[in-house]
């Protein structure tokens, strides 16, 4: 009881500080970390194959971390190695891509093709942005794209605020839609063993039904306002040619050709039998022999307090499973659905949108992922079920609030970079009933489909 006790205070802590924001996240995430293995293994349970178990080292020497022959990989506990070795090969790509001028070469190609036309221009980049998102990071998708939507609303005089946000939420969308569009995916695919087509199949589906439904809603609460610009009254002529923005052209083809083959093994990754971390330090290694001269700018680059963030996350979740704690939060869940297959889902999608609106997705999901682990065992209700509907709540939910997902905060930040200010007021009035479209249809799909 005391170490469960303990481990449930350091958990706590850990969110109280990760929203206060009076730290960086990876400080407050290592910190709690190190008392966890320190206060909870060591004092509480006083067990050393707590922690080995849970900083899960031995991994990297299993044959399994890196091919799994075409089965799904085994669930492990504590610290997800095989999401942290992905995700640092991700950032080296996109790296990569947006040295050579990607991104910029993208949406500036699109803008061209639909002859700045503001309300075409504002569909195709809400397209955009999901499609990008299912491959590529949500914050990047967002970083580059509110930047250029900014750079687009110079040239053709409109006001960019409508088209950020629903680009913001499109990349949430998109996210959702795929196992490597969205951190909190990752961790669920990689912890339970779910592959890239098991996700396209079932979260896929609910969000392109969604992504309809969501387009509409946007077009319908700011089309209006954006048909006021009309870009045949201004001198298109004049404008960049997208080409400019490619800054390498060898290097342009390359990292497109590796952008293409990272597509091509996430697909096949369940028939090849290639792990995602094994994909991961495929991608790094070609990305940095692409760049030559330059590879060291790009490790660099490589966001290192959000590997440490999942790290230290990895650890403190673990306190919570070794403690038992999660096993009772499971059995609480299954009692207050008395063993209702449908209610236990929409409690869970519910209740991990409503958290995931307020506190960072990430660390939920993974608290989350031994709970519906334990539920699915106990209640017998299937866990992938029980997967889909934690992957959308989780994914979607943090749309609902500026701080509810990075890839918020990146886009206010850049608007407010150039002085486009969005206060709360505006954003949650256009994003919360788009968030609770995607909740319903996520809900009403899971129960036609899978009950």
Known sequence: MFAQILAVVLFLLMFILIITEKWERHVVTLGCALLTLILVFGVGLRSMSAVTETLNLNCFFTKGFWYTGGTSSEASSGINWETIVFVAGMMIMVEGMARV???RWLCMRLAKLVKYQVVPLFLTFMLLSFVLAMFIDSITVILFLAAVTIELAELLKFNPIPMILSEIFCANLGGSATMCGDPPNIIIGTSLGFSFADFVTNTGVIAAISLVLVV?????????????????????????????AITDRKGFIISSIIFACAVVMLVTHAQTGLTVSCIGVIITIATLLAAGKEAMGLVKKIDYKTLLFFIGLFVVVGGLEQTGVLGVLADFIGKISDGNAMLMIAIIVVISAVASAFVDNIPFAATMIPIISSLSASQGVALSVLAWGLAMGTDIGGSATPIGASANVVGIATAAKEGYIIKWGKYCKAMVPATLIVIAVSIAVIFLRYF
């Open 101 to 103: 001028g990607f991104f």
């Open 216 to 244: 509409i809603y946007f077009y319908l609460v700011f089309g209006r306002k954006l048909k006021e610009t009309v870009a045949s009254e201004l001198d298109t002529a004049s404008f960049p040619d997208p080409s400019e």
